[in-house]
């Protein structure tokens, strides 16, 4: 027997330069929010105070708009697009030399491994801006009419799961299609935001394009209210999409919203079982679970249930847990004490709605917000685990006896997010992509995102697509249209 | 039993495997690759590593000499540091079989095997008959394990059962006398498929250890390779409660590469195999560098290549 324990491998935190107090990011400055008031932003894995960040209210969204609104009108709207490109590359360049410090400054203020914000979000967004430099020019060749136009300012509100990744998202389509914008971060993860606009600044790109105002829910409404914004785009739960939609609805602002998920994760009997156990782990445990299109129900074929169910109990069982910062850490820690109490309420109504929960034998850290990667097994499609979305490290499992069955159960939720198909035949991996309802179908593979792709979901998981010529649709005005 | 030693059985049995899908297999090492081995657990990588290579010389030009300096250094990897630890064995060619274990009996390797390539190494092509002498050249010659080579040519062509008969008849040779490597040679199996179906089917005819290669064909021992081939050991010990070794060989040339190797079991196979018992690396050039990154845990820094033996 051997006794091949990994020693701690962190990584250095000495690269991120965390100010202790940061203004709200306005054409193109730092300033200070006009009422003087700030919030605290914590380690999720510590509870230590990472930062305290201006918190921005009614007159500085006003002033953050009437900024954006100024650098449309004087500078962005009339710079050739080629320019504009130039200063999407130029960012992307920047977010890749910086990778390092923002792989450490997201780990820190959300809490997720270094290894995914090191190997995923980083690297990702950093292609979002590069993928969307390169439409900056070429709009007029993409489908939109011969002559596409931009909407104008753009309000966008992005959610705490992919902090730099969801501003990416949002920022390069919106400025590659020439708008400017005003960003809202996620109250818990505010810094890589403004470390981005520590990176707008030596991008040199225009004051006021970019405007960066952290603050809350109500910081967010005034955005979405204020009346010279065109556009919202909003990426979170759907409860708070829908009171975005009414409070729009009787203006001419549109809207992309980009909401909650349940997703299928479908099994068949003929699938690769050691991948598809990859696959169902990176589909749950990712990011801890904080991910909108994250494979919560996993549906497998019964006559191989459990084998399936066998295998991914021992490989859970090798889930490194723990402190985010160490390069080995598989699952980190919850990004908030607000969100463990969800995950937690949730996971409670299993037990008490008769399924099985399994957890492998973890140590928890004391300090700090964690949840261990679970399953409920026995879960049926009336269970609440099966029909709300939990967005934590918690997984359903049910069966299915025949293809149709696994469709039936597969789209009988309010949510379209995404969907998992696994098997080895083609004809049945094709048919199945034609009977879900899902914005996004995975054919054995997970969780994998590309920005040529577009995405976004069916019914309450939201309107638009981001990402891809689709998403950059969202950002031109209504002529310009793509079939979907 | 789990198949009956019938053709029929054994096709069965391989057709009902599950398949590999390639992307997700190679995802998975590729993810595996990235772990982070430092201080403690990468000083006791190292000497575990250490003591799983299989030192090893298969050259048309070995000669007494080659082997006797390999010898010495398989028993004492470093003269100046007794604390490093012997290698797994040492592995060569038949007619080297003899002088090899004269010799390691000789200065204090008597514990130390010697493994021989034998059916017809590295190609396999040669008749049955021959196979058969050469493996018992072999064990009479003294080789404590015996790394055999599989009919690439018969599996490919569909004629797996006459793959499994080769192996069961140089297995029943081996006896008690010597552990048998069953090497399959993925380079040139080329699927992920292949490589599981191989896998079982060595397994299933009574291999000790499966071995990923010759060292003669690229690619050779890559991370998707192995972890298929741990995992084939670890569901067939679920199926039977047997555990089977596992040896990649060909491309292991740093320690890196090596480490790569024991997060891979340790993550696949499990803690278990993490034992020479279990897990052997097929290499030469490995053990230089495994005791150039020993020496810098322990002094600090990097030494110059003279600092350790070239044999």
């Not at chain 1, 109250?187 to 004051?207: H, M, R, S, Y």
């Not at chain 1, 990426?235 to 829908?242: L, P």
């Not at chain 2, 057709?15 to 998975?28: F, T």
């Not at chain 2, 006459?162 to 993925?186: N, S």
């Amino acid at each position: 027997m051997s006794d091949f324990e990994y020693a701690n491998a962190p990584e250095s935190k000495a690269i991120a330069n965390i100010a202790p107090n940061y203004g709200l990011f306005i054409g193109g400055k730092f300033v200070d929010p006009k009422k003087g008031k700030s919030f605290s932003t914590i380690n999720p894995a510590t509870e230590e105070l990472l930062s305290k960040v201006g918190y921005g209210d009614k007159s500085d969204i006003d002033l953050a708009v009437r900024s954006a609104r100024a650098a449309y009108t004087k500078i962005w709207s009339k710079m050739p697009a080629k320019e504009r490109g130039k200063y999407l590359y130029r960012i992307a360049r920047i977010m890749q030399e910086r990778a390092r410090e923002f792989a450490v400054v997201e780990t820190l203020d959300n809490g997720k491994p270094i290894r995914e914000s090191r190997d995923t979000d980083i690297p990702l967004a950093a292609a979002h801006f590069f993928y969307h430099a390169g439409w900056a020019d070429k709009l007029e060749y993409a489908g939109f009419g011969s002559k596409p136009k931009p909407l104008g300012v753009v309000g966008q509100i992005i959610p705490w799961n992919f902090p730099l990744l969801m501003l990416a998202w949002k920022i390069a389509p919106a400025l590659a299609a020439g708008n400017t914008v005003v960003l809202k971060p996620a109250e818990t993860t505010p810094l890589t935001a403004l470390l981005f606009a520590e990176v707008c600044q030596q991008a040199g790109l225009p004051d006021g394009v970019v405007n960066i105002v952290t603050g809350d829910g109500i910081t967010g409404a005034a955005l979405v209210n204020h009346p010279d914004i065109n556009k919202v785009a909003f990426t979170g739960s759907t409860e708070v999409g829908k009171a975005i939609a009414r409070s729009i609805s009787a203006t001419k602002k549109s809207a992309t919203l980009e909401l909650g998920g349940k997703a299928a994760n479908l099994v068949f009997e003929d699938a690769a079982i050691d991948e598809a156990v990859e696959g169902i782990i990176n589909g749950i445990f990712f990011n801890q679970g904080h991910v909108c299109c994250a494979g919560s129900r996993l549906i497998i074929q019964e006559n191989v249930a459990d084998e399936v169910l066998e295998k991914l109990k021992k490989r859970m069982s090798l889930i490194r847990v723990g402190d985010p910062m160490d390069k080995n850490t598989d699952l980190g820690a919850i990004n908030s004490k607000e969100q463990l109490n969800k995950i937690e309420e949730i996971s409670k109504t299993g037990d008490a709605e008769g399924a099985n929960r399994w957890s492998p034998d973890v140590k928890l850290p004391t300090k700090g917000f964690w949840y261990p990667p679970t399953i409920f097994t026995g879960v049926t499609q009336s269970h609440r685990i099966a029909r709300e979305e939990i967005f934590g490290p918690v997984l359903s499992v049910l069966t299915f006896r025949t293809p149709s069955e696994a469709i039936e159960k597969a789209n009988n939720t309010m949510y379209g997010l995404s969907a998992g198909i696994w098997s080895d035949k083609g004809a049945k991996v094709l048919w199945a992509a034609k009977q879900l309802k899902a914005g996004v179908i995975w054919s054995n593979t997970f969780n994998k995102f590309d920005p040529a792709s577009p995405f976004g979901g069916y019914k309450e998981s939201g309107w638009g697509r981001e990402g891809g010529r689709h998403g950059l649709a969202g950002y031109l005005a209504s002529d310009a249209k793509v079939n979907k | 039993m789990i198949i009956d030693g019938s053709e029929k059985s054994l096709r069965k049995f391989l057709s009902d495997l599950p398949p590999v899908d390639q992307v997700g297999a190679e995802a998975r090492a590729a993810m595996l690759a990235t772990r982070s081995i430092k201080t403690t657990s990468k000083a006791w990588a190292i000497d575990m590593a250490i003591s799983m290579v299989d030192l090893t010389t298969l050259e048309g030009a070995d000669t007494p000499g080659k082997v006797k300096s390999l010898c010495a250094k398989a028993v004492r990897p470093d003269p100046s540091d007794l604390t490093v630890p012997s290698v797994g064995a040492i592995c060569v060619y038949n007619d080297m079989v003899k002088i090899a274990r004269t010799e390691l009996d000789r200065i204090g390797g008597k514990s130390l095997p010697v493994a021989a390539v034998a059916t017809a190494f590295p190609s396999g092509r040669a008749s049955l008959a021959v196979k058969k002498i050469d493996t018992q050249d072999a064990i009479d010659a003294g080789a404590n394990e015996i790394d055999m080579v599989i009919d690439r040519g018969a599996f490919l062509s569909g004629r797996i059962y006459d793959v499994f008969e080769e192996i069961r008849v140089i297995k029943e040779i081996c006896g008690k006398k010597a552990h048998l490597k069953v090497i399959l040679e993925t380079g040139e199996l080329v699927t992920y498929d292949n490589v599981r179906k191989a896998s079982y089917l060595a397994m299933l005819a009574g291999a000790d250890f499966i071995k990923t290669s010759t060292g003669k064909v690229a690619p050779a021992a890559t991370a998707p390779v192995v972890l298929v081939m741990l995992e084939a050991v670890r569901d067939y010990f679920t199926l039977t409660g047997e555990k089977i070794g596992v040896k990649p060989a060909g491309g292991i040339r740093t320690t890196k590469d090596a480490i790569k190797q024991l997060v891979l079991v340790k993550e696949t196979a499990g803690e278990q195999w993490l034992t020479p018992e279990l897990f052997r690396i097929g290499a030469s050039a490995l053990l230089n560098d495994l005791l150039m990154q020993r020496m810098k845990l322990r002094t600090g820094h990097y030494a110059s290549a003279n600092y350790v033996t070239v044999d």
